[in-house]
Structure formats: C-alpha cells, structure tokens
C-alpha cells in the first residue's frame, strides 16, 4: 500500500526489509527474500553484496541494502542502484499486477538466481526464465517489460526514470 515516492502513484507490489531496516524499497525486499532463501543463513552484509555484485551495484562503504537510499544519493553509483530498483519494480508490478502471492513468487525466484553473476532485467530471455512457474506473464507482457527495463536502463537520470515507471501506472 501506500504512495511510490518517486512516482507518485499507488504502490501495489508490497515492499518488504529485514527486521530494523531504515528503508524499504525494490531492493530491501529483494535482500528479505534472499536472506529467506537461504533460510537466515546468511548476513545482511553478505547478502547485499551478493545482490549488489549481481547487478553490477557499488554500495557505499559501511552500508547495505538496509540502509541505502538510492534516491537520497547524487552520484553516479546511487542512480544505477536506483535504475536496478526501478527495473526491478517493473519486472515484478507487470509480471504480478496487484496480486501479492505473485509478486512474492517473482521476488523469490529473482532471489534464487542471485548468485554475483550479471542479471539483465531488460534481456527478454532471462525475464521468461524469471517468471516461468511464477507467473502468468504471457510473450507480449515479457515484452513489455524488457522494452521499459531497457528505457529505464538508457534514462539518463532520475527523472527520466520516474517518468517511465509512472507511464506504466
């Protein structure tokens, strides 16, 4: 529930972060459901940099995903974490619409295939096999949201990244 900050539109996908987080966003819940994959066995810590090796994300010293706002930052690093995020939210809000228990699925296979290796939210390929068993996402919604991962993947700052999630409100 609740408003997207940098959209301004409603927020349908549930945001989740672990236990004494300082924010909550595309990331945080990402880390919440990596941390359950690997059923609490890992630290904040390592997870983050897991996730953050994943997609290529510099996350400032003494922080991880609990603590790190992309949108507060004005750096080149905090705008890529930010486009992950935003990619993130398209993949998930357009693979589950509103439907919670689906867009947790997406969330815990994204998490499974976290392993410091490059993920591309915007290759078609590797969105199907992200939501192959998760989702009913048919050729044309994979489509979809390739082509608005790449457009958020060649915004050339927030705004413009924004303004592409808002359009698909």
Request: aromatic residues 4%; glycine residues 8%; negative net charge.
């Amino acid at each position: 529930g609740g408003t997207n900050i940098d959209t301004g539109l409603p927020q349908l996908t549930p945001l989740k972060a672990p236990a004494g987080s300082a924010v909550i966003n595309p990331l945080t819940t990402l880390l919440d459901a990596y941390i359950k994959v690997h059923s609490g066995s890992i630290s904040i810590t390592d997870a983050s940099e897991s996730i953050a090796a994943s997609f290529g994300l510099v996350l400032p010293f003494g922080t991880n995903f609990t603590t790190y706002n992309p949108l507060a930052g004005t750096t080149s690093a905090s705008e890529h974490a930010q486009e992950i995020a935003a990619q993130i939210a398209t993949l998930v809000n357009l693979a589950s619409g509103s439907n919670s228990t689906v867009a947790d699925a997406v969330f815990q296979k994204l998490a499974t295939t976290v392993n410091g290796s490059n993920i591309d939210l915007s290759n078609a390929a590797t969105i199907t096999t992200l939501l192959t068993g998760v989702s009913n996402a048919d050729t044309t919604a994979i489509t979809r949201i390739a082509e608005n991962n790449l457009s958020i993947h060649n915004a050339s700052n927030l705004d413009e990244i924004s303004a592409i999630q808002a359009g698909l409100g």
